[in-house]
C-alpha cells in the first residue's frame, strides 16, 4: 500500500481532497503510546543537619555547667555552645568555678544590670531594640558569659563580645545581654577572678569527669598566648 506523506512546510497549501488522502493513508509510527516528556534532573534537597551527637566529655561538661547556675537552664543549648566555642577542659573549669563562686544577690543583680540596659539608649529606636533583646534573654546566658570570662581571664587572645554573640551563640546573644551579664558576675565575685586557684579547677575538672589522667604540676592549656599558672599563680605567657 502506497502511502501518502506530503512535506509538512506545505500542508497548508494542501487541498480538501489531498488532506483526506493524507489522513485516510496515515499510519502512526508505532502502537504504543507516545511517552511523557523527560523531567528536568534536579539534586534532591538536604536539609541541614541542625543537630548532632555530642561527646560524652562535651555533655559532661555542659551538665555540670547547668547545675551551677541558680535558674533554669538548656543542657542541650549549653553542649552546643561549648562545641562551638572549642575551649580547652581547663578553661570550662574555670568558668565552673566562676558560676559556683556566684552568691545568692546575683539573679537580682543580674536581672537589674538587664533592665539597666532599657535605660541606656539614647534614641527610641535603639530602646525599643535593647528591650526586644533583653525580652528573649534566659539562663544560658549566664554559661556563655563566665565562659567569656574564664577564656578571656587565661588566654591572651581575647575573643570581642560580638565573636561570643555571632559564633559561640550562633546569635542566640546580643553584645549588651553578653557584656552586662559579666560585668554583673564580676560586680558579684568582687572583681575576684585571680582569687581562683589552680586546686579549684583541678577539683572542678574531676566533678566534671574531665580529670586527666596524670595530674600535671601546673595547669597547661593548649592555646596560644595563653597565661601560665605556677603554684596557684597565674603569670602571663613570656614574649618570644
Known sequence: MEYYSPALSVTSDMTDEELDK????????SNLPTPPPAKEYTQPHTV???????SPELQAQ??????????????HV????????????EVVAFAACVLEGL?????????????????????QDLKRQVRKDVSHCNSDLIVLAAL???HGFLTDRLRSSRHWSVKESDGMFGVREIEATERAMLRDLNYGLSKIKEDAVQ??????????????????IDLKGTAIWNHGVQTPEPSP
Open 22 to 29: 493524507y489522513f485516510a493513508t496515515y499510519v502512526p509510527l
Open 103 to 123: 552568691s545568692g544577690r546575683f539573679m537580682n543583680s543580674w536581672w537589674d544590670e538587664l533592665e539597666q540596659l532599657k535605660l541606656n539608649g539614647q534614641q
Open 78 to 89: 549549653i553542649c552546643a555552645l561549648l562545641e562551638r566555642a572549642n575551649l580547652p577542659a
Open 48 to 54: 541541614r543537619q541542625t543537630t548532632s551527637p555530642h
Open 148 to 150: 567569656a570570662l574564664a
Open 62 to 75: 555542659a551538665t555540670h555547667l547547668a547545675k551551677l547556675v541558680p535558674a533554669k537552664t538548656n543542657a
Open 203 to 220: 577539683k572542678m575538672l574531676g566533678e566534671m569527669g574531665t580529670q586527666k589522667k596524670t595530674r600535671r604540676g601546673t595547669m597547661s
